[in-house]
């Protein structure tokens, strides 16, 4: 048995188009000039202030506070309306349901806030399928190794046994400082070969091929 932990945001669910409408919604609420796409889809998987700081490229504590707020608003206004969409990636709930099934443990280790992780599940009827959710609005941002930590210490699982699966750097360096298997995917936010350097010891092209990496 394994503990798999997964990242959301560009693992899980393609929110690319989302993430970068509202981010950059929220520096021109702000006067600011918006980041370029390329620039947001870098910090994905960061937690949202940190994300921020990063994308100023300077501290301004109370101008970063405006922008999470204005960021918070606009996405959930924009998970309010009909056309709202953030699919899963092919074979992503297959491949969660066999694990499942085969008595593997999931979780989840995001930069979403729990409101969002909550929308998430609901939104793909992926209740029930996951023993630990641990998400950054309760944590440490990635690349901190306590999300998955806290993920082991719930469900009484070895490092030796636990596999972060994610599509950026940051999910890579918080599963080796957890001293956990780290497992890229090929579709998400960073390339494949920066989540290697990282760390990576597998980069999936197909989430089917997920299973067979757990060996007994």
């Not at 046994?161 to 400082?177: E, I, L, N, Q, S």
């Amino acid at each position: 048995m394994w503990l798999v932990v997964f990242d959301v945001d560009g693992t899980l669910v393609d929110s690319q188009a989302n993430i970068v409408a509202c981010m950059r919604e929220a520096f021109l609420w702000n006067g600011l000039p918006p980041p370029e796409a390329a620039a947001v889809r870098r910090i994905v998987g960061l937690a949202l202030p940190e994300a921020v700081r990063h994308l100023l490229g300077r501290d301004d504590p109370d101008l970063q506070a405006r922008i999470v707020d204005h960021y918070r608003d606009a996405f959930r206004r924009r998970a309010g309306t009909p056309a709202f969409r953030e699919p899963l990636f092919p074979r992503a709930r297959e491949t969660l349901r066999t694990l499942h099934e085969a008595g593997h443990l999931l979780g989840l280790a995001t930069g979403k806030s729990r409101a969002g992780v909550e929308r998430f599940l609901r939104q793909h009827a992926l209740e029930g399928l996951f023993t630990t959710v641990q998400t950054a609005d309760r944590h440490p941002s990635k690349p901190h190794p306590a999300m998955v930590l806290a993920a082991m210490a719930e469900t009484g699982m070895e490092a030796a046994r636990t596999v972060v699966v994610g599509d950026t750097v940051f999910d890579v360096r918080m599963a080796v400082a957890a001293r956990a298997r780290a497992v890229g995917v090929a579709w998400g936010n960073h390339p494949p070969e920066e989540l290697t350097r990282a760390g990576a010891t597998h980069i999936l092209d197909d989430f089917a091929r997920l299973p067979e990496l757990l060996v007994p």
